[in-house]
Nanobody, 125 residues
Framework: QVQLVESGGGLVQAGGSLRLSCVTS????????MGWFRQAPGKDREFVAG????????YYANSVKLRFTVSRDNAKNMMYLQMNSLQPEDTAVYYC??????????????????WGQGTQVTVSS
């Protein structure tokens, strides 16, 4: 049974930092492109960051570029999202996702095969 579990969310003041973690089980982690998405109330789920299987390639949404850093540890079956300089507009539920079919990082949520349950990030002004 494939499981993705996010952790590390919480309440932080604007300008603060959080580090999200995604632990996976039941899949061959190093075979999956991984992504972070977020969904704010009343909005569509949007791509935040993604990382290739070997961690050689990363992509970011323009809104988080230079503030967020995605990484992965294939030995531990884990992915991370370091979020710095957080702003109120970053408030959302953050999800990790795994994609086996495509070789490249996709920004399309529909490309991902497995999802976590999400972790809430709230940034106060």
């Amino acid at each position: 049974q494939v499981q993705l579990v996010e952790s590390g969310g919480g309440l932080v003041q604007a300008g603060g930092s959080l580090r999200l973690s995604c632990v996976t089980s039941g899949l061959s982690f190093r075979s999956y492109v991984m992504g972070w998405f977020r969904q704010a109330p009343g909005k569509d789920r949007e791509f935040v960051a993604g990382i290739s299987r070997g961690a050689f390639v990363t992509y970011y949404a323009n809104s988080v570029k230079l503030r967020f850093t995605v990484s992965r540890d294939n030995a531990k079956n884990m992915m991370y999202l370091q979020m710095n300089s957080l702003q109120p507009e970053d408030t959302a539920v953050y999800y990790c996702a795994a994609d086996q079919e495509y070789n490249a990082v996709s920004r399309n949520p529909g490309a991902y095969d497995y999802w976590g349950q999400g972790t809430q990030v709230t940034v106060s002004s």
